[in-house]
């Protein structure tokens, strides 16, 4: 239905909307976390709005498939008035055949992100999940990740305290205990971290961040100055391995042997070469290794499946999984490095928990209301956001006391002329009441227990005209249910004995 014309002036009137609602976004006063975070994740909506818009024009002015240029054409050549009255009569002819089609203004949805900014506190607004524990992006939650640490081999085991002063120095862990499950471990831990900055910092590109840390990881691991990965230095074939026989320091194999079967076959095992033979065999097939690079050695006296091309295969694979490992420490210094604040304040919180009684830590678990720093001290009016009712002191009651009374929920009776009832005792209550008798004696209908819960006026008439037929078809008529007796003995009903009496029947 839309010229590309039209198209591209809804999306610069777009573009100049949304820097507008930035801008008032960006300047209006937040006082609580809750409002803070709410605002940056509209200020993420609305620029990823402005990205998108900001394509789809560049798409339209580059004009790839020509229809712009001729659709100026048309506007501008000597037919102009032709296209003009054909454009007034398509869409005459779209209203004729979508006579309810309702053009909404644009200016409409900018005004529901207006409502949302200066209705921050209340709760329908929030436009993230937190959990409990991360108290709505103030404390950070690794229970998760605290359990699978201490389930780690070899990892000494701490509390959640200890915890979080020391989960990020991971090069204190030794390489060697930095297997499949550490990286596991490590790979969850670092999910998190991503998932919580995206929720408390919405803003900030996380790609861009990662390309960096890559960058500088790359560069550190290969100088060998990352923390806990020194770089490791190459030698013999002997030094590659790790072999823990040194062949220079024996200048045949007769001395070789001397060590025995048993030694002679761990060395030949920790090179990867065949450890069986006679004792003389062992002590030959080792002494031909001295002064070899591991590559140098006769692929013929590997033991199945290893070699060359198996040893050097392993070692690069081995290598690829530290990186990757590595890759994720570091990712892990970063992000925990942009954390910092909620990590200081997640360690104040735990330790304020655990000082306190049962009694304290059950009244921390109500529904605390955020109360702005600025509020007057002076002003008489409680600051009551959430229109609760007012206890006995003059102040609004918990949140968790008006939850548990069903206050949060509200009943409408048409009968009362639409008036509202918070809570099912009032609503129970008002059946007595003067209000809703009114509005039967206004029916012309009894208020009696059969209108019990009726709230609605259609229902009630309804059931109103039930209950009269039901007691007209009830009433005692003389005709038939009064009884005579004849001369014979016969009961018949009244009406059959006044005809049969008339006819002289009887």
């Not at 590595?326 to 919180?349: F, G």
Request: glycine fraction near 6%.
């Amino acid at each position: 239905m839309e010229t590309l014309l039209e198209q591209q002036r809804r999306y610069h009137e777009e573009k100049e909307r949304i820097v507008d609602s930035m801008v008032k976004e960006t300047i209006f006063k937040k006082t609580t976390q809750r409002e803070i975070i709410n605002s940056e994740h509209r200020q993420k909506i609305l620029l990823d709005r402005y990205l998108e818009s900001t394509r789809v024009l560049k798409e339209i002015y580059e004009d790839k498939d020509g229809q712009r240029k001729e659709e100026v054409a048309l506007l501008s050549g000597p037919n102009e008035f032709v296209e003009f009255y054909n454009r007034l009569k398509q869409i005459k002819e779209f209203y004729k055949k979508h006579p309810n089609e309702i053009a909404v203004p644009m200016s409409m949805e900018f005004d529901d992100f207006a409502k949302q900014r200066e209705s921050g506190a209340d709760e329908t607004n929030n436009l993230v999940d937190f959990t409990d524990e991360e108290g709505y992006g103030k404390y950070l939650d690794l229970h998760e990740s605290y359990v699978k640490y201490i389930n780690l081999k070899g990892i000494p085991k701490v509390d959640y305290i200890n915890y979080l002063n020391i989960f990020d120095r991971l090069f204190d862990i030794p390489r060697e205990k930095k297997n499949g499950e550490y990286r596991f471990y490590l790979q969850s831990l670092v999910d998190y971290l991503v998932d919580y900055v995206a929720r408390v910092k919405p803003v900030m590109d996380l790609d861009n961040l990662f390309r960096e840390i890559e960058q500088d990881f790359e560069k550190d691991y290969t100088a060998g100055t990352f923390p806990g990965w020194p770089k490791e230095t190459t030698g013999s074939a002997l030094a590659n391995t790790g072999a823990p026989l040194d062949v220079s320091a024996f200048s045949s194999w007769e001395e070789l042997a001397s060590l025995g079967l048993d030694r002679l076959k761990s060395a030949l095992m920790a090179l990867g070469l065949k450890c069986g033979g006679t004792l003389e065999d062992r002590a030959k097939r080792l002494f031909g290794t001295k002064g070899l690079q591991i590559d140098e050695i006769d692929k013929s006296l590997f033991a199945k499946g290893q070699g060359k091309n198996r040893g050097a295969s392993d070692q690069d694979k081995e290598a690829e999984k530290h990186k990757k490992i590595a890759l994720l420490e570091a990712q892990v210094y970063k992000l925990v490095e942009i954390l910092s604040e909620p990590r200081h304040a997640t360690k104040e919180n735990v330790e304020r928990k655990q000082a306190r009684t049962d009694g304290e830590r059950e009244e921390e678990e109500e529904d605390v209301i955020e109360v702005p720093e600025d509020e007057d001290d002076d002003d008489d009016v409680p600051y009551n956001p959430k229109n609760l009712p007012l206890g006995w002191d003059g102040k609004p009651i918990p949140y968790w006391l008006y939850k548990l009374h069903g206050l949060n929920i509200s009943y409408n009776c048409e009968i009362c002329g639409n008036y509202t009832y918070k809570g099912p005792k009032a609503f129970q209550r008002h059946f007595a009441e003067w209000r809703h008798a009114h509005g039967m004696r206004c029916l012309g209908i009894p208020n009696t227990a059969h209108f019990a819960n009726v709230t609605r006026i259609e229902d009630a008439i309804s059931l109103w005209t039930k209950l009269r037929s039901q007691k007209t078809s009830e009433r005692f008529v003389a005709d038939h249910e009064e009884e005579y007796e004849d001369s014979m003995g016969n009961v018949i009903p009244k009406k059959t004995y006044e005809d049969l009496r008339r006819q002289g029947l009887l």
